[in-house]
Structures are given as structure tokens and as C-alpha cells.
């Protein structure tokens, strides 16, 4: 049997736009995998939640989804905080997902909409629409009976395709919204599997916050959608996401460059001594051989916790004589 191919013409302007991507990340490989910038890798992950969720109408800030996401008490509807949960959970759990698996996708809706609708993680019996921010109707889904085979195809084409991932997930995420195969939670769950295609090519994109800049651009990602759709291809969408794609990437490379150059010799002198079991403060000292404690805590200490590389076993309480600090 043949396999479905979603219309889509591969134009030069999509060739040079993925040309400039692949550029930026080769880039952004030569300054750093950001194995060692922990704080930015976490920055981004929180970034990509709180955008994804803020396009859904989640209305808690990137400061409350911080929060949420480090078990402190926020002041927020119920359903924002068990999406972010969710979400969060998802996301830690991404590497598990195989992105060419239907069954896997279905595992990761389960937990991003658990508790927040019924039939999470199953292919949908009912009709749905696609609203825009506004709430108004650009897009009726196909019929339900049809949604499990439409998904079948799509992830066969999805597996056999040879088009660069790039391009290949923009048209998964474009047919994906147009099937609209779940009850709800569509949108995050189609953001997040285009995120997890670039990451099976590329691993660095599990921390590119692609959804942050779609949430900038809300009112287009829509109008691409629509445009595509009115089309009969998705030239529109792909083209859009590709200019997200390349400005994610633009961003994350500027941001890790300028991470790299605050982590001071210092810094890496601590980076050399310390271990992943918990040191006293003295301890450190004397391994870098210094005398002064707030030379320490002001050049060396206090920086490392900032960038994310070290932390404390007691961190409510900054200040307590038994601290100890230890390598994340």
C-alpha cells in the first residue's frame, strides 16, 4: 500500500531558512552542548512550558510556573496549576518518548491533560473545532471516525519520510492540528511533539524554547493554520515555523554565549574542587587555598549558585552554619 503523503511544496525560501538554521546550531555546538549551564537548560524548559500553556489561556505568570514547578504554594485557578504540573512532568519525562510512536504520543496526553479532561491520552470520539485567541472558529477537525486512521497515516509518513526534519516536523505539527486528534489539549501537544522530532535529530533542541516565540507571535501561528488550511497545503505553516525555529535557535545561541562568558576563572577554579557529594564551605576553601570567606563568597560561591552550577542542601535557609554545597 502506498504511504500518505501530506501536501507540501519544498520552495527555496524553506531550503535557505533551514540552510541558516543548521548554520546557527553548528554555532551553537562550538560554544557549548549546555551540559554545563544547568540554570539556562532550566530557564528554557520553564520558558517553553508557561509560553505553551499562556496559548492555551493558562493565565499563571513565568514567575508562578516557576513556583508551581518548585512545590512552592501560587494563588491560581486549579486547572492552570495541575496543566503546568503536567506539563512539567512531561517534559522531565521527554527523553522516554519515542516521537515516531502514535501509542507513545497518546502516553505523553495522557499526563499533559491528567485531570483536566476525561479520556486522556485516547483518540477522541466527538467533533472538535480550532478557536484562535479571540475565539473564533478557523478550523473544523475531520469527523472522529476517521481520526484513528488519519493518525495511522501520518505517522507512517512520518517514519518513511527523507525530508529534513525540520521541514518533516513543521508538516506533522500543521496535519496534527488539522486532524486534531484529542478532545483538548491539541495545541500543547502539538508544540511539544515538533519539539521532540527536532530533539530525535538534533538532542540540543529539548531545550530550545521553540514555544516561547510562537506565543510571541500568537496571532500569526493562527493565521498560518488558517492560510494552510484554506491552501490545501502547509506551505504557510511550514514557512512560519521555520522563522520560529530560526529565531529560537538565534536566542539560544546569543544566550548560551553570553552564559559562558559570566562563568569567570573563578568559577571554574571552584568547578575543578567541589564534588557531587556536600562540602562545607571550609572545605572548598581550602582546596582552592584561600584565607578570605567573603573573597570566596563573593567571587566564587555566590556566582556558581546564580549560574545554576552548584547548590545547597539547605537552600531555605541560606545562612545556616551546617550548610553544605555540592556540583548539580
Known amino acids: 500500500m502506498d504511504i500518505y503523503i501530506p501536501p507540501y ?192 535529530w538534533k538532542p540540543i533542541f529539548e531545550w530550545v524554547p521553540i514555544e516561547s516565540i510562537i506565543k510571541d507571535h500568537q496571532e500569526k501561528y493562527y493565521k498560518a493554520i488558517g492560510l494552510s488550511t484554506a491552501e490545501g497545503k502547509s506551505n504557510a505553516f511550514i514557512l512560519f515555523m521555520l522563522g520560529v525555529i530560526k529565531k529560537a535557535v538565534e536566542e539560544i545561541v546569543r544566550d548560551t554565549h553570553n552564559h559562558q562568558i559570566h562563568i569567570s576563572n573563578q568559577i571554574k577554579a571552584l568547578m575543578s574542587v567541589i564534588e557531587v557529594y556536600p562540602m562545607s564551605a571550609v572545605e572548598l576553601m581550602a582546596k582552592l587555598e584561600l584565607k578570605s570567606r567573603l573573597t570566596f563568597r563573593k567571587n566564587y560561591l555566590q556566582p556558581a549558585l546564580e549560574a545554576g552550577l552548584i547548590a545547597m542542601t539547605d537552600p531555605d535557609n541560606p545562612t545556616n552554619r551546617n550548610q553544605r554545597y555540592y556540583k548539580i
Open 9 to 200: 511544496d519544498i520552495t527555496e525560501e524553506m531550503l535557505e531558512l533551514a540552510s541558516e538554521i543548521t548554520e546557527n546550531l553548528g554555532r551553537l555546538s562550538s560554544i557549548s552542548d549546555l551540559e554545563r549551564l544547568p540554570r539556562l537548560r532550566r530557564v528554557n524548559r520553564i520558558k517553553s512550558i508557561q509560553s505553551s500553556l499562556a496559548i492555551e489561556n493558562n493565565t499563571l505568570s513565568l514567575e508562578q510556573v516557576t513556583d508551581v514547578i518548585d512545590g512552592k504554594r501560587v494563588l491560581g485557578p486549579e486547572d492552570d496549576i495541575i496543566a503546568v504540573k503536567n506539563a512539567f512532568e512531561v517534559y522531565k519525562r521527554f527523553s522516554e518518548f519515542d516521537p515516531f510512536s502514535l501509542g507513545d504520543m497518546q502516553k505523553a496526553h495522557g499526563i499533559m491533560m491528567n485531570g483536566l479532561m476525561s479520556g486522556a491520552g485516547e483518540l477522541r470520539t466527538g467533533p472538535v473545532g480550532v478557536f484562535n485567541e479571540n475565539g473564533k472558529v478557523i478550523h473544523i477537525a475531520p469527523p472522529q471516525e476517521m481520526v484513528p486512521g488519519l493518525m495511522t497515516q501520518l505517522f507512517d509518513w512520518l517514519k518513511n519520510s527523507k525530508t529534513n526534519m525540520l521541514i518533516r516536523s513543521s508538516v506533522f505539527h500543521y496535519e496534527f492540528e488539522f486532524i486534531h486528534p484529542f478532545g483538548d489539549g491539541n495545541g500543547r501537544t502539538g508544540r511539544l511533539w515538533q519539539t521532540a522530532l527536532l530533539a530525535s
